[in-house]
């Protein structure tokens, strides 16, 4: 059964002019508007949110849930998950696409907790992360487990 997110991008302006804003935002019924804008090396506005960002958030984000599921289900605690991800963007034969998204997250384990397991398990969310089965760019996995 597919499910359905609908969303409002709404932009306003003239691209005749030169300088024309990218700045715009996204709405979605019951949710805080989302400012979003290029990147600045794309003359957008770097206090919003820019399609690069937005991509590497919904991998990171779906990857984290993906993998919190799977602990509470095979009964791993887990206390705490910061990921500073980073989504690459670059140019190869003259076409540009976010090429890689590095997920480096410090996962925090109760004392005890089996290292090899909470490492498996954060290898098997990739595979069913649905984000991650969405996109072409590369997923560069790199866990930190620490015991608290």
């Known amino acids: 059964m597919a499910h359905r997110y609908p969303l409002l991008l709404a932009w306003t302006g003239n691209t005749l002019d030169g300088a024309y804003t990218r700045d715009a935002t996204v709405t979605s019924p019951g949710k805080p508007p989302l400012a979003v804008s290029s990147a600045p090396e794309y003359t957008g506005n770097p206090a919003r949110w820019n399609p690069e960002d937005l991509l590497g958030a919904a991998l990171a ?73 969405s996109v072409t760019c590369e997923a560069v996995l790199a866990p930190r487990v620490v015991e608290v």
């Open 61 to 133: 984000t779906c990857h984290m849930l993906t993998f919190l599921a799977l602990c509470a289900k095979a009964k791993v605690e887990v206390l705490g998950y910061e990921d500073p991800a980073e989504a690459v963007l670059d140019t190869i034969d003259k076409v540009t696409r976010v090429t890689q998204v590095h997920l480096r997250p410090l996962i925090r384990v109760t004392r005890g907790t089996s290292m090899a397991k909470v490492l498996e398990l954060f290898e098997k969310a990739h595979k069913y992360c649905f984000v991650a089965n």
